[in-house]
């Protein structure tokens, strides 16, 4: 059990955390502990049992425990950071979408749970500045944590709107942020690192799908396999590394992404 751990930063405009619902804790970990080599460490057990997954010092996802009574499948929530979450969820509701739950006040600052007019979850995050203080970190880098977040929507233009609006990208400092359009996806960059996209997809329903980094894609989705997930897509090269989509043990859907042989 990692006993001292970095935390990350919330960095406004950009997906700065990720967060899977599960129906056994005890499953995920089993299955995402081996997978991406996390460590897991207790989190506030507020609203029900929950972990901190943890690479290299870092913290770099959180892990909940469906309530018997609730309808939600088994999911990966992207979070962005914001300075106000009651600002951007009147931005939410203003500009056609939805607010499920909160903003509520959590240990890490004020949460909200909302959808976009599409129907794509999300998640508002309102936490420490970015400045970093001594023993914060950004996400890491290093295979196991967050990699890539990608909207997969019918109308990618569309949907940056609302999120550019709720979010205020056109006021952000052009140094430390950016949106610009390449490989067919509107790209939203941070620190002059890619972070984020959104793209076309008509053939699923709208989502933020995380991409978690591995040394070896192909590696990672035979191993999903054997630890009772599914592959879904691939694996295959993409503008961004090699790519594949996999289903967890209990079928929560993300991505794992890895060197390929093309790269940005």
């Known amino acids: 059990m990692v006993e001292r751990t970095a935390t990350v930063r919330c960095v406004p405009a950009v997906p700065c955390w990720v967060g899977l619902t599960a129906r056994d804790l005890s499953v995920a970990q089993g299955f995402y502990g081996p997978l991406l080599g996390w460590e897991f460490t207790p989190g506030p057990d507020r609203w029900g049992p929950y972990l901190r997954a943890v690479v290299d010092g870092v913290e770099v996802a959180g892990l909940s425990e469906l309530g018997t009574d609730w309808e939600r499948p088994v999911a990966w929530t992207t979070y962005f950071g914001i300075e106000s979450a009651d600002r951007a969820a009147d931005g939410v509701r203003e500009r056609g979408g939805t607010l499920a739950v909160g903003p509520l006040s959590f240990d890490a600052g004020r949460v909200a749970l909302a959808a976009d007019p599409f129907g794509a979850t999300f998640g508002i995050w309102e936490g420490e500045p970015a ?3 001594p023993g914060d970190a950004p996400w890491t880098t290093e295979p196991g944590a967050p990699a890539w977040i990608e909207l997969r929507t019918a109308d990618p233009f569309a949907a940056a709107l609302f999120y550019g609006e709720v979010f205020r990208w056109d006021d952000r400092d052009p140094a430390l942020f950016e949106v610009r359009y390449e490989h067919e996806r509107v790209v939203l960059r941070s620190e002059d690192r890619s972070v984020a996209a959104l793209r076309a997809a008509r053939d699923l329903s709208p989502h933020w799908e995380v991409f ?6 192909d590696a990672a989705a035979h191993r999903a396999t054997a630890l009772g997930g599914r592959v879904l897509d691939g ?3 993409s503008p961004y590394g ?3 989509r996999l289903a967890d043990a209990e079928g929560g859907r993300f991505s794992v ?3 390929g042989r093309v790269r940005v």
């Open 131 to 133: 400045d970093p203080r």
């Open 212 to 217: 978690f980094s591995v040394p070896d894609t």
């Open 235 to 237: 694996p295959a090269d």
């Open 242 to 244: 090699r790519v594949a």
């Open 257 to 259: 992404l890895g060197p």
